[in-house]
């Protein structure tokens, strides 16, 4: 069902590769809601991935662009307006990439040329995007910028390597761009931290089948699906968030809030009985 939040607005979507993808989830759910949009990828994803079929379906632009390029950049915003034949309302970035977790490079015995690179992709991008749009003034006033984190920004999390901290630098980028778009744009800058979620890019993650397993028994509400995720991203871009700014929105069912879950505790009660049984069988 659609509530015509997005009618009039227009808006950029950062990222999107396939059908898993939560960008791609966004970009479906902008556009029923009555938004007009533009989708960019690098060249190779282009390649790789099905965003043009999505830009067909939508009567969207599909843009190569490198979003670590600050002309790229320009280039982007530049054809999307033209496009819009106005300037934007509303920007996602769905952008993650790590080298070292691709490679399983532990924490401890890092890549350091691909965690430069995965931070310059990753977190840095978001700041140059933010820069280039205020640079341009691409933005209309009360305009909503989004990027994609994770609660791995303030927790430690087994896998999750470097991305932890690419994550924390995003949340500050937002915090502190938040503040300047706002005080002299009204342009709201926040982050969204997702539950896990099996996109292309997190089925690279070490044991993410287990992490879903574990977060779903650790949420309250279950873990949010990317559709869920497309839901509040178009909240957070239409006016019923307008003051709403220089946050880190927790979506992930509950989880950033619990401690530990009945769920969770009787499948670690039950591990730990089983252990002994073992342990006490082989004494015997």
């Known amino acids: 069902m659609a509530y015509n939040l997005l009618k009039g607005k227009n808006g950029i979507i950062f990222g999107a590769l396939n059908d898993m993808s939560i960008a791609w989830k966004v970009a479906e ?3 029923e809601e009555g938004a007009k ?3 960019t990828n690098t060249a190779t994803a282009l390649r790789l991935g099905d ?3 999505l830009g067909d379906k939508l009567g969207a632009p599909v843009i190569a662009a490198d979003a670590t390029s600050v002309e790229d950049l320009e280039r982007v915003f530049k054809e999307s307006m033209d496009f819009f034949g106005g300037k934007i309302d509303f920007i996602l970035h769905s952008i993650g990439m790590s080298l070292n977790v691709r490679k399983k490079n532990p924490y401890d015995d890092l890549n ?5 690179k995965t931070i310059d992709i990753s ?4 700041h140059k995007i933010l820069q280039t749009a205020r640079k341009l003034d691409a933005i209309n006033d009360w305009g909503s910028v989004l990027a994609l984190s994770y609660v791995a920004a303030q927790r430690t999390f ?12 995003l949340e500050s980028i937002a915090r502190s761009f938040g503040y300047i778009y706002g005080r002299d744009k009204k342009i709201r800058v926040n982050t969204i931290s ?5 996109t292309t890019a997190g089925s690279g993650v070490k044991g993410i089948n287990d992490l879903l397993d574990f977060s779903e028994r650790m949420s309250p509400l279950g873990n949010a699906t990317a559709e869920d995720c497309a839901n509040y991203c178009v909240v957070m871009f239409s006016d019923l968030s307008k003051k709403v700014t220089m946050q880190n929105l927790m979506h992930d069912g509950g ?3 619990v401690g530990m879950s009945w769920r969770a505790m009787q499948i670690y009660s039950k591990s730990l009985d089983d252990i002994e049984k073992e342990i006490k069988e082989v004494i015997d």
């Not at 977190?123 to 978001?126: K, L, N």
């Not at 087994?158 to 630098?169: F, L």
């Not at 997702?194 to 099996?198: A, D, G, K």
């Open 112 to 116: 350091y040329e691909y965690m430069n």
């Open 37 to 39: 949009i533009s989708l």
């Open 194 to 198: 997702q539950s896990p979620t099996l």
């Open 158 to 169: 087994y896998g999750y390597n470097e991305m932890a901290d690419v994550k924390a630098m």
């Open 255 to 257: 989880f950033s809030s």
């Open 51 to 53: 965003l043009q079929q």
């Open 123 to 126: 977190a840095i991008s978001f």
């Open 29 to 31: 759910k902008a556009h």
